[in-house]
């Protein structure tokens, strides 16, 4: 018997044949064992928890039995924290985007300005669009509201599902725009521009979020409300636009919150994060192929396809 005594004396101990040893690492003897299974763990294995010292296992069943039962957000999403990045992210491009317009006015308003009559052959419009603006008024009121609805939304939907519905209220706008405007008026060849699309698109998903969370509407509808009214009665202003962004808005949110699985008691949190995220997904999939096919019956009706 030539064993490395670790300081331990055979009389200690009783089965010097049996030292303990570290399960992954079967040459390693180990004393120290883990407090919830009591298995030795090696130096590579221990873990420092709270708790006292947990094996690399134990720690790993630990962190996966906690991330499915951490709180979602009322779209089954994971739980935003931090900054409204989505939000900072989207009120910069459009800033930048009003910074180019100022210095090559003509290059970034021919390249970025939706206009229905070259549409097809500008796809990129159908979004682009939604981050140029018509003046430094135009700017502040479109980024405040979008500053005020974003920071709250991308908390309670999560960030990809608020920028999702952001972009495709942009998109629904200008469908709307191309839908509604008469190919034979002079309105097929003037632009369109503004983040109010996006924006009217957030009101309604402001007004959605909050009925079905049973806060209080009321604000939120006179807020849309004088937003209509200003529509129809300032001059200049696209309300097919503005219509569309706020009936896309309101679909895809209203679409989201019907299709979101429910948690119970002893649901996993995290397969139905990752079922959620799919259906809610395949909403925002939807709302795109419904957009194009609108388009597509658009021009071939106006004989542009
Ligand atoms: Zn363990
Ligand atoms: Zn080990």
């Known amino acids: 018997m030539n064993r490395p005594s670790y300081g331990y004396s ?6 010097p044949d049996q030292q303990p040893t570290c399960p992954r690492h079967p040459d390693r003897v180990s004393y120290v064992r883990c407090k919830r299974c009591e298995r030795p763990a090696c130096p590579d294995c221990q873990r420092g928890a709270a708790v006292g010292m947990l094996c690399v296992d134990c720690e790993r069943q630990l962190n996966r039995q906690q991330a499915s039962t951490r709180p979602r957000n009322s779209m089954g999403g994971a739980m935003t924290r931090g900054a409204p990045v989505v939000t900072y992210t989207l ?23 939706f206009a229905p009559f070259r549409a097809l052959v500008m796809p990129w419009t159908f979004l682009s669009a939604g981050f140029l603006h018509a003046g430094i008024l135009h700017l502040v009121l479109n980024m405040y509201a979008l500053y005020i609805c974003g920071q709250y939304l991308e908390q309670v939907m999560g960030r990809w599902r608020f920028a999702a519905v952001y972009l495709i209220s942009v998109l629904g706008g200008h469908t709307a725009v191309f839908l509604l405007t008469s190919a034979a008026s002079l309105d097929w060849f003037g632009g369109t521009l503004g983040a109010s699309g996006g ?11 909050n009925r079905n969370r049973g806060a209080q509407t009321t604000q939120i509808l006179v807020l849309i409300g004088l937003n209509l009214v200003i529509t129809f009665t300032v001059s200049n202003i696209s309300w097919q636009g503005h219509l569309g962004g706020l009936a896309m808005g309101a679909a895809v949110t209203a679409a989201m ?3 979101r699985p429910r948690a119970t008691a002893t649901s996993d949190r995290q397969a139905l994060g990752r079922r959620a995220a799919l259906l809610h997904g395949g909403v925002i999939a939807a709302a795109v192929v419904l957009c194009l096919l609108l388009v597509a019956g658009k021009a071939v009706m106006v004989g542009m396809l």
């Open 199 to 209: 924006v009217f698109g957030l009101f309604a998903a402001l007004f959605i979020v």
């Open 257 to 259: 919150f019907a299709l």
């Open 91 to 113: 009120i910069a491009l459009c800033v930048l985007a009003y910074l180019g317009q100022m210095l090559a006015p003509h290059i970034v308003n021919q390249l970025g300005m």
């Open 10 to 15: 055979a009389e200690d101990s009783p089965q």
